[in-house]
């Protein structure tokens, strides 16, 4: 596991991570990375339990995701530019897009807020052209 330690990014318990690991018997590969990396940085800010939810390609469970996202904080010669750093801040987690941590936060929790916007107003118009 790499030393260098980065805010908010949670890793895996070097003492317990190979058995939390075996236990959820990962099966991941090349593409579940870009799926994983894409799904991510097009819905920052998400719980774990709402990106189980937006996952479609993996069958996860909220336990089972917070140990995959610490994995690949943890492992950061194998994974990192291929999938994640991730930061989990708030209940949520983030990509980290190579940028300082607070502007990744602060356009993060922007872009969640629009996209929640878009979401609502879409549904109003559709009332409305319904009536």
Do not use: H
């Not at 894409?38 to 998400?46: D, H, Q, T």
């Not at 339990?49 to 943890?74: E, R, V």
């Amino acid at each position: 596991m790499s030393k260098k330690y980065i805010k908010y990014c949670p890793t895996l318990n070097s003492k317990l991570c190979g058995k939390m690991i075996q236990d959820c018997n990962f099966d991941f590969n090349e593409e579940f990375y870009q799926k994983f990396q894409k799904i991510i940085i097009e819905n920052p800010g998400k719980t774990t339990k709402d990106l189980c939810s937006l996952i479609k390609f993996y069958k996860f469970t909220p336990k089972t995701l917070s140990i995959a996202f610490k994995m690949l904080n943890s492992y950061k010669e194998t994974y990192y530019n291929v999938c994640g750093p991730f930061i989990y801040k708030d209940n949520r987690w983030f990509p980290l897009y190579g940028k300082k941590f607070t502007d990744t936060i602060i356009i993060s929790n922007e872009n969640s807020y629009l996209r929640d916007q878009i979401k609502m107003l879409r549904l109003q118009v559709e009332l409305l052209n319904k009536s």
